[in-house]
């Protein structure tokens, strides 16, 4: 069964007039002052199809979403306002912060003409909302005609405002611009990639990313590993790490992933490292695989990053996940950048998921020369696992 989306002349028929519920997933990062929104991505994104909404006549868009992990209580420090003021500052419209999700003023709000657009308080703030329970959903159901699901970011939670709720409105329950755009890319690169498929994974820990490697494995020609997990693979080569964080369950994993067939010739291990005696220390780069007793590891080195460089070229469709070293701190951001700037002067379709790879694509200012950057950090790795995810399903089930 396939998605309707908001782009189809159907939905412009329905819209006029009618309130819409918009599941977004505005769950964006704030600067330390816990007020200022530090990257507004999510929000920019869902932006046009705010805006369509509005053109196309909406009388009321009443928008949700979740705000951190406040565990089904109330708490200040998770509250939408920010997002609220951002919202009303880029739409240059009035948005009403509702107290809860299920204020009893909102049915008196949907019925006044002022205040098109209406953003629900955290929706994790009820215990309802992370049990996918099927009453709050209804209750929050009443306040659309249509439904509108735009939620990429969290479609990887069983929730009742990513689940439940697309099962309620049924054939009244359409996919967004944002939604449309990242089922587009995450389905292009799992179910026909044009070949070579090359993929870089990075990040801290194998067992964080086992589920993807192994699907990758499936999918791609070659896999390049980098940032910390290289460490227990390097380890379960027989080679010598030094201090370098690399736990035993890790090489474990690792061990387990070198002996799978469709490992054979596709999993790429750095040549060389940037290293340092402390975290804080002096980095230097050792030409060798064989991290010495004394020395951390802390990014790929230059040869390891020419090599990838040399494979990808080749390459026509590539996904990246996961930095190549520890980015933040200036002296070990190298290995990150690097792979940035080779994807963006690449030809290839190239995607980048996953918060830290893509921080530090915005970081290096290169994303507008990649083809599709994520606003779904754990929601594209797991679409890649599994080839679908929880609340896409529900909303192509809803439309039976
Ligand atoms: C995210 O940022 O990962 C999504 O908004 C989902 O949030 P969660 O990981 O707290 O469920
Ligand atoms: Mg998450």
Redesign the pocket.
Known sequence: MAIKYISDPYFVEQVKDKKVLLRV?F?VPLKKDGVEISDPT?IDEALPTLKYLLEKGAKKVVVMS?F??PNGEVNKKYSLLPVANYLAEKLQESVVLTETALDRGIKTLLNLNEARVILLENLRFHPEEEKNDREFARELSKYGDLFVFE?F??A??KHASTYEINVIFKNKAFGGFLLEKEVNAMEKIVNHPKAPFMAIVGGAKVSDKIKIIERLLVLVEKLFIGGAMAYPFLKAEGKTVGKSLCSDDDVLLAKKILALPSAKNKLVLPLDHVVSETLDGKPKVIDQIDIPESLIGLDIGPRTLAHYGDFLKRAETVLWNGPMGLFENEHYSQGTFGVAKILSESSAYTVVGG?DSVSALKKSGREDKISHVST????SLEFIEEGTLPGIQALKFGLN
């Open positions: 997933d769950n999510r979740h951190g992990r939620a970011g969290a990887h939670r918060g779904g950090g754990g929601a």
